[in-house]
């Protein structure tokens, strides 16, 4: 299960975002999947010791071999709520490279005193550690972020099907190194009605270049996707009811060579989706496969 840290949805048509932490808490009295945070941008709205920390508990509640730590640079969409700058990506590259070393040294469960370019830690001690700490896996786009996530992390997190990002991470960390996809798909009993919801609440999904990294609200998010047509978001994805296209959708992953793929349903029929899933996508990938 991924699940995502964000303080704003990207338009508000999607209506909520709930704290991430409280969620995980949530879940882990119903839910005994592993959850993967993805991602959790430890540098600017929270501090990494406070994340060490939320981290800890959550892998504790989950149970051993539960949880993942999912990092990234973040976005200025839920980063620039304290008024804080935004800064430029190598900086934020830096930041999360000194965030993961101080994460890292709090779940030994040892007193923490850390005096860094970015971060100071105090006499830390995290009093709940779990017994094995979790991995920490990093989403990465582009060479640079790639190069970071090949020294700092345990796994490697996207959502492209990039096999040259797999290839250099598992070059860098070995063969058998996990690597993470998500994926977007909109389920309904039609497939108009499905490209439908999509664009009505994930316009946003056909916007390019780096625009998702700096855009600071919901409302310049629908002000930009305005530019967005459906044809657009209709050209992207798998629409619908038909098990091949969705089946389809999931081919560059496989042949990049994910270990995993997460889908989310870009629409209200979530329910549907699932037991589709479950009765015939899945069925007819392990087949491929």
């Known amino acids: ?30 839910c005994d999947l592993p959850v ?7 540098t600017v709205r929270v501090h990494p010791a406070i994340v060490a920390q939320a981290a800890a508990t959550s892998a504790v509640l989950l149970g051993e ?16 709520v304290l008024g804080d700058a935004w800064p430029r990506t190598d900086v934020r590259l830096e930041m999360l490279e000194e965030a993961v070393e101080v994460i890292r040294r709090l779940w030994t469960g040892e007193v923490v005193s850390h005096e860094g370019r970015h ?7 995290i009093y709940t550690p779990p017994d094995e700490p979790p991995p920490i896996y990093m989403s990465a786009f582009g060479p640079k972020a790639l ?37 977007k798909v909109a389920w309904a009993s039609t497939r108009d009605d499905a490209i439908d919801a999509a664009y009505e609440l994930w316009p946003n999904a056909g916007l390019p270049g780096e625009l998702s990294q700096v855009l600071p609200s919901p409302q310049h998010f629908e002000q930009a996707s305005e530019l967005v047509t459906r044809d657009a978001i209709a050209a992207n994805g798998a629409f619908g009811p038909d098990v091949a296209e969705h089946v389809e959708v999931f081919t560059p992953f496989v042949e990049a060579g994910f270990d995993e793929v997460y889908v989310a349903n870009m629409g209200p029929h979530y329910a549907e989706m699932i037991a ?7 069925p007819e990938l ?3 496969g």
């Open 286 to 288: 392990r087949r491929r």
């Open 36 to 42: 993967t945070t993805a991602v959790t941008c430890p």
């Open 276 to 282: 589709a899933y479950g009765s015939d996508v899945l």
């Open 147 to 183: 190069e970071v996530a090949s020294r700092i992390a345990d796994g490697f997190v996207t959502t492209q099907p990039d096999a040259e990002g797999v290839r250099m991470f598992r070059e860098a960390k070995g063969p058998d190194a996990p690597t993470q996809a998500g994926l």
């Open 119 to 125: 971060y100071d830690v105090d006499t830390a001690r």
């Open 65 to 80: 071999g539960r949880f993942r730590l999912g990092v990234g640079t973040g976005e200025a969409l839920n980063e620039h």
């Open 1 to 30: 299960m991924w699940i995502s840290d964000h303080f704003h949805p990207w338009n508000n048509a999607q209506g909520q975002s709930p704290f991430v932490w409280s969620m995980i808490g949530a879940i882990a009295q119903v």
